[in-house]
T-cell receptor, first 111, second 115 residues
């Protein structure tokens, strides 16, 4: 079953702009993770935020988590053409021993 | 270099011909998993393994088998492939399954076509 749902499905911006992607989920979680996938390649882990955290930063990435709304957002600041990729949120449910992925947001950064 | 290695990268086969996709990790990870990725459906888990000799079904296990005889290897077996198993397959591993500091490391994928 799909736990996370990303929004928007696709996002196109100009280089230098900020990109914001959202993720909603349905059940209680231990943590939420964001991954990046370049076309046809394996996913690469970007950042993990625990259920008791509200915000986390890593370089140009900022992730927020609102457990009351069961939602998260990923902000990429000062985007670059090299940020073009699909971005997935994944949740580790408290009841399970696996990571459930959403369908992803396709980000295109135009030079 | 720490990595998850899948082979082959591309595979074209015919219905009913048994095949195995290999997966190996060199990070001494306990947890390993197989996903398939299809357009519009995202990544769906096929099977996972918490440790050697421990495997369990994910969301879409039908038509697949796995084994975990050694810590580093987690092959995916399709006993009788069918066209609906045409997909992009990913193997992934992580050090443990608490998740708190154990993100998944993915292989580069195997694109399987069953005709």
């Amino acid at each position: 079953s799909q736990q996370g749902e990303e929004d928007p499905q696709a996002l196109s911006i100009q280089e230098g702009e900020n990109a914001t992607m959202n993720c909603s989920y349905k059940t209680s979680i231990n943590n939420l993770q964001w991954y990046r996938q370049n076309s046809g390649r394996g996913l690469v882990h970007l950042i993990l935020i625990r259920s008791n955290e509200r915000e986390k930063h890593s370089g140009r990435l900022r992730v927020t988590l609102d457990t009351s709304k069961k939602s998260s957002s990923l902000l990429i600041t000062a985007s670059r053409a090299a940020d073009t990729a699909s971005y997935f949120c994944a949740t580790e449910e408290t009841s399970g021993s696996r990571l459930t992925f959403g369908e992803g947001t396709q980000l295109t950064v135009n030079p | 270099e720490a990595q998850v290695t899948q082979n082959p990268r591309y595979l074209i086969t015919v219905t009913g011909k048994k095949l195995t996709v290999t997966c190996s990790q060199n990070m001494n990870h306990e947890y390993m998993s197989w996903y398939r990725q299809d357009p519009g459906l995202g990544l769906r888990q096929i099977y996972y393994s918490m440790n050697v000799e421990v495997t369990d079904k994910g969301d879409v296990p039908e038509g697949y088998k796995v084994s975990r005889k050694e810590k580093r290897n987690f092959p995916l077996i399709l006993e009788s492939p069918s066209p609906n198993q045409t997909s992009l397959y990913f193997c992934a591993s992580s050090s443990t399954w608490t998740g708190y500091d154990s993100p998944l490391h993915f292989g580069n994928g195997t694109r399987l076509t069953v005709t």
